[in-house]
């Protein structure tokens, strides 16, 4: 157990988030955002906000920053605000004014008078079901794939021929990412370019980013964002504060903080996908899946910039079937950009595919673990290559008997005045890694340095570079420096994709390595301490022929500062042996009360194969986080977007979250199985699997309760009347 390195700077105010930087000169900009979904913006009467106290300049689409568009290969392109007067969706980021304050740039943009040309709006995702468009390829699958068994003709004919079959529609809400942080950034020009603090996922893709859209080179951009107050999918692209601000912190030569308000983030950022998902099984009397068919729609704002993924993430790979078929389609509307969010594609791909095993399970009149664990997968359907390691079957053994499974009626019981029900649901996220490069450096006071230019946006990653480079140094961790949150350091790559343990992890065990064996040539090169003798590394010290220094000693000795080294990993060749995916089984007890229907839900546990576990204080934390959203989801969340495209609950006072109160005390349990033929490290990661079918243990749970099937989520009191 290790405690958060980052922890006490948190907890204590001393950690410097984006917003908190000021600097000698520092204006304020605040963003104006559009008021109609879909237009033209006419005319934008500036007058009376240029002439008001402190204001310094008014941007807009007719007097703009230049800003260009940033393509990254893993994000695609990036929207950048103010390049034409097309309105895409309401709230969308038109303008910014900038003041010698906060409150005279806010106070001006509310005097800045916008004008539309207003066209027809299309906000609503079963509106637009009849204007679906096939969703481009992801995952390295196209729109729709089938895999059909030898002699089978068609999935429907596969599914006609099964005796028991589930047909059911279910729908996801769409969600707003609501990270603690709010976007932000300060922007400083100097004689080397910029500088910029805004929390990010990755500072080395936001100083690509802001370098293609300023125009400058990559290396005059320097990116900093050592902390961040959460991201999950939410800061992996450059944001409009940051890209505004750095634009006219170079145009006005002042530093320029631009941070949105809690209300802005709703909109001026991006959130979930609503989804509407259409699963037919077929399945024989003892439960074998014979046919399984996904089709997928989602919401996707106008520039079309993002699929949620929720055919390609669960029913692709989940379970054994022999007739598969999966379609997703995406529909344009003017509602705020989508974009990836913790598990994108399986957290509501897991709820519908989940359910639909569920009501499979009482059709069949089996229980619902057995139905899984009939149907375990040794690979994707139509893939040969097998998981590389898979204890599912485990998960569910150990999770039924931890939460007490076998007393579950498949009626459900009662309590008093509360129904109570038991809710189960598998959990899966990939196995991925990145490329990422990390330089570890051996210091002669006895200590290391280990650098990457990747994030951590609460995760847990700082903490992770100093056991992991503890480790593969063979000394303590409490000596190894952790360094992260900054463009000039190697490239580390995204924390995304629940990747970055593993991907750093691996460069550090190789830069290590490294950095040992120059160390020990050292040690025996000519007029060194150990010269021509055969050198060992052990426990932070260099041994020969009964003698032993420390690294640090034998540096004091050469007279050398240092021994810095990098090494990089990558995915390789693992890629074509095996496939690659963490695992786990959620499970929750909900209560409804009879009269009144509220929804509490009374235990929950989560337990999980994500290969090695590095620390785990954090890695709890991790899934509990999840879990957490995941009942959010279930019963919280869900933006309510206007006909005119206005969220009408887009602020904290009114978009529900859990509190305390709402979450009992959260189990969680890894079976803990090492994954070395997926990376160096064994790590298979933890950052996203923890949300994953949770929602569904608990429509599963509210439907052992209750006899109801609710289809949709969030759940609500009135679903339940
Ligand atoms: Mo996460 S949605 O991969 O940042």
Redesign the pocket.
Same mark, same amino acid.
């Given at each position: 157990m290790t405690s958060r390195l980052d922890g006490p700077l948190k907890v204590t105010g001393r950690a410097e988030y984006g917003a908190d930087h000021n600097f000698p000169g520092l204006v304020h900009g605040y963003v104006v955002l559009s008021t109609i979904a879909h237009g033209e913006i006419e005319a934008m009467e500036v007058t009376a906000a240029k002439g008001a106290p402190g204001v310094l300049a008014v941007y807009s689409p007719f007097d703009p920053l230049e800003l260009r568009t940033p393509a990254t290969a893993f994000l695609g392109d990036t929207w950048v605000p103010l390049q034409d007067k097309e309105v895409a969706y309401y709230g969308q980021p038109i303008g910014f004014v900038v003041a010698e304050t906060y409150e005279q740039a806010r106070d001006a943009a509310m005097l800045v008078a916008v004008t539309y040309r207003a066209r027809p709006a299309l906000t609503s995702l079963q509106d637009g079901l009849a204007s679906a468009e096939d969703a481009p390829a992801s995952r390295g699958v196209p729109a729709s794939l089938e895999v059909l068994a030898p002699g089978v003709e068609s999935i429907e004919d596969a599914l006609a021929a099964s005796p028991v079959v589930v047909d059911a529609t279910y729908s996801t809400a769409t969600q707003n990412h609501a990270a603690m942080e709010p976007h932000s950034a300060v922007a400083v020009w100097g004689p080397d370019g910029l500088t910029i603090h805004s929390g990010n996922?990755g500072s080395d893709i936001q100083a690509a980013e802001l370098a293609t859209a300023l125009d400058t080179k990559p290396s005059e951009v320097h990116a900093v964002n050592p902390f961040v107050g959460g991201? #999950? &999918?939410g800061k992996?692209r450059t944001s409009t504060p940051a890209f505004l601000a750095a634009a006219a912190a170079r145009v006005l030569d002042r530093p320029v903080k631009a941070a949105l308000s809690r209300e802005q983030v709703f909109t001026a950022t991006a959130g979930r996908a609503a989804t509407v998902q259409k699963i037919s099984l077929g399945a024989e009397h003892d439960g074998t899946l014979n046919a399984l068919r996904h089709d997928s729609w989602c919401s996707t704002p106008a520039d079309r910039s993002f699929v949620e993924p929720t055919s390609h993430g669960t029913s692709r790979e989940w379970y054994a079937t022999r007739n598969l078929a999966i379609s997703q389609k995406m529909v344009p509307l003017n509602i705020p950009p989508t974009t #990836?969010?913790?598990a994108?594609g399986e957290a509501p791909g897991s709820f519908a595919l989940e359910s639909a095993i569920d009501e499979l399970a009482v059709a069949l009149a089996m229980d619902p673990i057995e139905l899984r664990q009939r149907n375990n997968s040794n690979a994707p359907p139509g893939n040969d290559l097998q998981w590389s390691s898979k204890h599912l079957d485990e998960c569910f053994r150990v999770g039924a008997a931890r939460f007490g499974w076998a007393d579950r009626s498949p009626q459900g019981r009662t309590d008093g005045d509360w129904l109570v029900g038991m809710g189960t649901a598998t959990a899966m996220f990939p196995a991925l890694r990145f490329p990422a490069t990390v330089e570890v450096t051996l210091l002669p006071d006895d200590t290391a340095v280990v650098a990457t230019s990747g994030a951590d946006p609460g995760t847990g990653l700082l903490t992770v570079l100093s056991l992991v480079g503890g480790e593969s140094l063979d000394i303590s961790p409490d000596r190894v420096v952790p360094r992260l949150g900054d463009s000039t350091l190697p490239p580390g790559g995204m924390s &995304?994709?629940?990747t970055a343990t593993a991907s750093a992890g691996s460069a550090i065990m190789i830069a290590a390595a490294k950095a040992i064996d120059d160390l020990v040539k050292l040690a025996a090169a000519p007029g060194a301490p150990f010269a021509g003798e055969d050198v060992s590394y052990a426990d932070g010290r260099v041994f020969a022929e009964g003698r032993t220094m420390t690294f640090g000693e034998l540096l004091r000795a050469l007279n050398r500062p240092s021994i810095s080294v990098t090494g990089s990993s990558a995915p390789g060749e693992e890629l074509t042996k095996h496939s690659f995916s963490s695992f786990g089984a959620q499970f929750c007890e909900v209560r409804v009360h009879k009269w009144t229907r509220e929804i509490r839900v009374s235990r929950m546990l989560g337990v999980f194969d994500a290969g090695r576990i590095i620390n785990s204080t954090a890695a709890r934390s991790q899934i509990v986080g999840g879990m957490i959203w995941g009942v959010s989801a279930a019963l919280h969340e869900g933006l309510e977007i206007e006909a005119n495209g206005r969220l009408a609950n887009g602020d904290f006072a009114s978009y529900l979250i859990p509190v305390n109160a709402d979450i009992p005390e959260v189990d969680v349990h890894f079976v803990e199985y090492p994954d070395t033929l997926h990376n160096p490290v064994g790590a298979k990661g933890i950052?996203?699997i923890g949300t994953v079918g949770m929602a569904a243990a608990v429509a599963n749970a509210v439907h052992n309760a209750t006899g109801i099937r609710v289809r949709h989520i969030p759940i609500q009191i009135e679903d339940l009347l």
């Open positions: 996922q991201a #999950f &999918g992996g #990836f969010m913790r994108p &995304g994709g629940s950052g996203e």
